[in-house]
């Protein structure tokens, strides 16, 4: 190793060596954990143990897919180092306006590859170059659709991270312009590549657990990264091309608590912990719930809760407790957000010896019960007790988790067929975690057309951030 490189590596400090650290781990051979800690969001997994050896092994220059990377922060690294772990893949750009996070993704591009990729500040200008094949789009939620549908314009096919969209309007445009565009397109929400999330929505699928008429779903905030405190506002860091940042959202004054990481809490930037951690319990109810991923959409929404453990002195704006009711024809999903102990979870089983988790989803039956989350599943008798699990399903491959998605997604691209996280699909999971908030923000039981996609008790509540945004000028959201 030459003495520049060591000196690169020494520029590594914080998210950016953190991202790096997690590829060495997969690489190592080590196994990062699969959890949610101190309110992370979803992500932070690398290759696990002994799945490298299922990559393939030698790849021509005229096999590899070419890669860009659009969004560097935490979850862009996370990503990155998954795609750049597999041999087939070739990343030849990066992007970000905090040219600090765009600079450690290419220093981690360069260590890890000997090729130093292009960095280009502006996802437009980095849409121009023909050679790219596939984008990762890991960039804040409100970008995410403009970005994707961009991405499609210009043929390229796309990894992009949950939630798919800001807002309703914005992921039925992204699936409209998918199609025109044929283009292959994997969500972020890897669960649906997790061995034990497939086995238990195979078993709830399966009828074995008889009627079914009430799921429940829930994710518990640590109290650490719950709080974002009261702030004022401040000059930009040199770094930040602010402006690029707030995009098509509204523009406010620059505070480090609503930027970066921080946005999920604030509905001008993202859908909060409904957003961020409900795509991926609330799917995998539907997934289950349903007999294809060609969901039943409700038919009614209500959602209470608000800032009760932040307060009023607190600048988020997403509500830190919430719970949803979900009425589907014939059953009923019940969604819950709090902040707190992160092991008293409501997914209690009488007389089963279950304690409450930091996540799950839970399906109650006539004749049983199933519970899964991301530490395994399980299946309980109507009494309680603990029932034998069945052989794992066949996926077809040795991988499992974020591994086995980035996977699928390639060979997708080059066999042009449809995703496990497909588009179309994910649209419909987003748009319920969308009507959580939508309810929540008119405070009103809303009732859901979804063939329309609209609200037909009260069209004003499609005024608001969880259904449409004003964009901001010099942004348009393009329509298919």
């Not at 990481?261 to 409904?274: C, D, I, L």
């Not at 707190?340 to 409501?346: A, D, F, H």
């Not at 199933?370 to 699990?389: M, Q, T």
Request: glycine share 10%; net charge positive.
């Amino acid at each position: 190793m030459d003495n520049e490189k060591i000196t690169r590596r020494g520029l590594l400090s914080g998210a950016g060596q953190a991202a790096l650290g997690l590829g060495m781990m997969g690489a190592a051979g080590l196994t990062p954990v699969y959890g949610a800690q101190n309110g992370r969001a979803a992500h932070d997994y690398g290759v696990n143990f002994g799945e490298e050896a299922f990559l393939p092994k030698r790849v021509s220059a005229q096999e590899k897919v070419n890669i860009a990377l659009i969004g560097c922060g935490g979850q862009g690294m996370s990503n990155l180092n998954t795609f750049i772990a597999r041999p087939d893949v070739n990343v030849v750009a990066v992007c970000d306006p905090d040219s600090k996070h765009m600079g450690k993704a290419a220093i981690t591009v360069e260590d890890k590859t000997d090729k130093a990729p292009e960095q280009i500040k502006d996802f437009r200008k980095l849409l121009e170059r023909k050679d790219i094949d596939l984008v990762i789009n890991a960039t804040p939620d409100h970008w995410h659709a403009l970005i994707a549908i961009s991405a499609f314009q210009a043929g390229k096919d796309i990894f992009t991270e949950k939630p798919i969209s800001h807002d309703i309007l914005e992921g039925r445009q992204m699936v409209n312009h998918a199609t025109k565009f044929k283009r292959v397109v994997q969500v972020g929400t890897w669960q649906r590549s997790l061995q034990q999330f497939l086995d238990a929505t195979a078993y709830v699928r399966s009828g074995k657990l008889g009627k079914i008429n009430l799921c429940r779903a829930w994710k518990v905030q640590d109290p650490n990264a719950a709080v974002m405190g009261k702030q004022t506002t401040k000059p930009v860091p040199s770094e930040l091309d602010y402006d690029l940042w707030v995009g098509p959202a509204a523009m406010v004054p620059y505070q480090d608590n609503r930027c970066h990481y921080k946005f999920r809490w604030y509905f001008n930037f993202a859908g909060g912990m409904t957003g961020d951690w409900g795509v991926h319990m609330i799917d995998t109810v539907l997934q289950g719930m349903n007999a294809t991923d060609d969901f039943v959409m409700p038919t009614k929404v209500m959602s209470l809760g608000g800032k009760f453990f932040t307060g009023a002195d607190d600048d988020r704006t997403t509500p830190d407790t919430q719970i949803a009711l979900i009425e589907f024809p014939g059953w009923m999903l019940q969604w819950e957000v709090h902040v707190g102990n992160t092991k008293t979870g409501p997914n209690g089983l009488a007389g089963s010896g279950v304690t409450g988790r930091d996540h799950g989803a839970l399906f109650i039956g006539s004749q049983g019960s199933v519970l899964v989350d991301r530490s395994g599943w399980s299946i309980f008798d109507a009494a309680g007790n603990p029932v034998e699990k069945p052989a794992p399903i066949d996926m077809g491959q040795k991988m499992s988790g974020l591994p086995a998605h980035v996977a699928e997604l390639i060979a997708s691209h080059k066999s042009r067929g449809t995703t496990r996280a497909n588009i179309a699909s994910m649209h419909k999971t987003t748009t319920v975690c969308h009507l959580a908030n939508l309810a929540y923000q008119a405070q009103n039981v809303l009732h859901w057309d979804a063939a329309k996609e609209i609200v037909t008790n009260d069209p004003k509540a499609m005024k608001n951030l969880s259904y449409q945004r004003e964009y901001r000028k010099g942004w348009t959201l393009p329509k298919a």
